[in-house]
């Protein structure tokens, strides 16, 4: 064969060159705008992460609950609007929706059903919008959706997933020291509520101890999970560094709970203040942020295993002291299978014994402390431990017990003799679709125990179930009720089944979202759900729907750490600077339009500011997180240009 013969062949192996070429798309004007899409949705989840927790408003009467809900429907709206408008330019609305996961389906059953409730609801304005007091209706179960799908299609990135888990587990910080300030005397803030409720000091933002322990049972198993993720990478930070990043983070973690009490004393003394929270607490996001950027050293890897080791201690004890029977119950079975899937995936059979050992004897020491017949009795019966062990007491005039079985008698009979309300309709279709959401206030009158108004002041009014599977059986049926345990189940077994296959980081996200979600069905059995343990546990659930679990970033994204530190350097000196002038100008609280605005425009600043921060800066092409498409990155004027335009289009949204 000839040397032309030979080398003849070479001239088709150019169609792969030009191919590739060919891959790479021309520069579009809507690209920057979806890179921008893209990080606000992202920015916007880490604030209803971070906000929804620590923010409550002392310019209304309900304060807690409903101004949780409010906050969380218009951070929906601009999740919402940004999600849109990424699916709509990466083309995903185009495709084949048999691509959608059974996972999603699964979960827009349970939405759909919570609408047909709505619908049939015996008051369809309540169920809507929700009573005043919770704001438990359909819009703000809407919410929880977007930020579901969001969770399922847009958080699939390690470095996203790894910024989650940063802010879930820093911004617990502020409410848990609160919290614990509560328990020695000093708290900023007028009990506010149920005075069977607000005897209980451990209440932090929240303001029922009961929530405030709900909260803490979805956040402990991530900051275990960190804990030890970290503490099995230390060969990897051998190497020694600056030490004064790492000091410098420490002080900024007790600064953030020192300012967060501070912030609450001051908008105490000038109400009008707290219209400024949302974007004051969405800096603590943003520190957040900043802490998860420190060198790859050793006294950064001794500061981080070092500080969320003291933040897990402090959540633990915040746990202890709010004397939540339920939420202890589902720590106690969050930490059991966090220890159980650890044990399985890492051969740790020492683990699985001991977490089986812990879990034995803390029922049995439980119950010893609890019978009034043990001689461990007088240690359970003193101090803030009384309500935790004194359930089995009758003789404790301070159980609730009692009062709760009550409840559930009252809410079963509700559903098996399915009583007509007013002039609506009964029958087996309430057990289908129920009779509304949060329309039980209404409901349970019909069937109110006798015995429940007499231990009971006679204006008490049941609105909850005191448990979140009878509340959804009440509020949407048993529709509602299958789509919830078909979800939740799903989500664990997409969990275990991806636990198999996965590296360790990935491995120890996976069992610490399995944990904090198997603690919150365990907990839901005697407890309630509010808006920042709702945005939570359905994005658990969104991450589990997802196709696949959470995979490395496909191309290396140069991340900006200088433009997070300046950021960060003039975003908390004008937070506190606008606040200080609206303390101490003469405004009063006869002004609620105006209040409206300015809390409207605290939040999109915050989420702008977020979304300026987490906007991607790539020195090549970067792979859409919606359809893998590979585009070129676009010149930073069009890029500021198309960021500002998107961020306009999003604040017109939620305005509308």
């Known amino acids: 064969m000839s040397k032309r013969q030979r080398t003849a062949p070479v001239a088709p192996a150019r169609r792969p060159a030009s191919k590739t070429r060919k891959s790479v798309e021309p520069v579009r004007a809507g690209d920057g705008a979806r890179r921008v899409a893209d990080a606000a949705v992202e920015a916007t989840v880490l604030i209803a992460v971070a906000v929804l927790p620590l923010y409550f408003s002392f310019l209304t009467s309900t304060r807690f609950e409903t101004d949780k809900a409010v906050l969380l429907v218009t951070l929906a709206c601009v999740a919402g609007g940004a999600w849109v408008m990424s699916a709509i330019l990466s083309g995903s609305l185009r495709r084949d929706w048999s691509r959608v996961t059974p996972g999603i389906w699964l979960g827009l059953a349970f939405f759909v059903a919570y609408g047909i409730a709505t619908i049939l609801s015996i008051d369809q304005a309540l169920s809507f919008f929700g009573s005043l007091a919770r704001h438990d209706g359909l819009e703000t179960f809407a919410a929880c959706g977007v930020f579901f799908l969001c969770g399922a299609t847009h958080l699939r990135r390690r470095s996203q997933i790894e910024r989650l888990f940063t802010v879930l587990v820093l911004a617990s910080v502020p409410a848990v020291v609160y919290g614990l300030v509560q328990q020695f005397g000093f708290d900023p803030v007028a009990a506010f509520g149920d005075r069977s409720v607000t ?130 119950l589902g720590a106690c079975a969050g930490l059991l299978v966090f220890a159980i899937l650890a044990g399985r995936k890492f051969g740790l059979r020492r683990l699985q014994w001991s977490a089986a050992i812990v879990a034995v004897v803390g029922a049995l020491s439980f119950v010893a402390l609890s019978v009034p017949a043990s001689p461990l009795h007088r240690l359970g019966d003193r101090g803030p431990l009384t309500h935790l062990t004194g359930f089995l007491s009758t003789s404790n005039p301070d159980t609730s017990v009692q009062g709760r079985l009550l409840v559930w008698h009252g809410t079963t009979n509700l559903l098996t003799h399915q009583p007509g309300i007013g002039n609506t309709w009964g029958g087996v279709g309430r057990d289908l679709v129920g009779y509304g959401p949060d329309t039980l206030r209404l409901a349970f009158e019909a069937v109110y125990p006798l015995k429940l108004r007499q231990e009971s002041v006679e204006h008490y009014t049941v609105d909850r179930a005191h448990s979140i599977y009878l509340q959804t059986m009440t509020d949407a049926g048993l529709l509602a009720l299958l789509a919830l345990l078909a979800i939740s189940g799903y989500a664990i077994w997409r969990l275990v089944s991806w636990l198999r296959r996965q590296e360790e980081w990935s491995a120890w996200v996976l069992i610490g979202v399995t944990g904090a979600i198997a603690g919150h069905l365990v907990e839901g059995l005697f407890g309630i759900e509010t808006a920042a343990t709702l945005v939570i546990y359905w994005l658990f659930l969104g991450l589990a729907a997802g196709r696949s679990a959470p995979e490395p970033d496909r191309t290396p994204v140069v991340e900006n750490g200088e433009r997070t530190i300046y950021t960060a350097g003039f975003y908390w000196p004008l937070a506190v600077v606008a606040m200080l002038l609206l303390a101490a100008l003469p405004i009063g609280l006869d002004h609620p339009r105006a209040f409206a605005f300015l809390w409207l425009l605290a939040t999109l600043a915050a989420v702008a500011t977020l979304t300026f921060v987490l906007f991607p800066n790539q020195t090549g092409s970067e792979a859409s997180p919606s359809n893998g498409a590979v585009t070129p990155a676009l010149p930073g004027s069009r890029q500021a240009h198309w960021a500002g335009g998107t961020l306009v289009a999003i604040a017109v949204l939620v305005v509308l």
């Open 199 to 328: 005897e209980w000091p451990v209440r932090s933002s929240f303001g029922e101890h009961i929530q405030f322990a709900a909260y803490l049972v979805l956040v402990i198993p991530p900051t275990l999970a960190r804990i030890v993720a970290l503490y099995r990478r230390r060969p990897e930070y051998a190497a020694a560094g600056p030490s004064l990043q790492p000091i410098a983070a420490l002080l900024a973690l007790g600064m953030v709970a020192v300012s967060f009490v501070l912030l609450l004393d001051l908008a105490n003394h000038s109400p009008a203040v707290s219209v400024l929270f949302p974007a004051a607490f969405a800096g603590y996001a943003l520190l957040a942020l900043l802490a998860g950027r420190l060198p790859h050293s050793r006294p950064a890897w001794l500061a981080q295993v070092g500080g969320y080791t003291a933040i897990l201690a402090l959540q633990l004890i915040a746990l202890l002291l709010t004397s939540a029977r339920g939420p202890l």
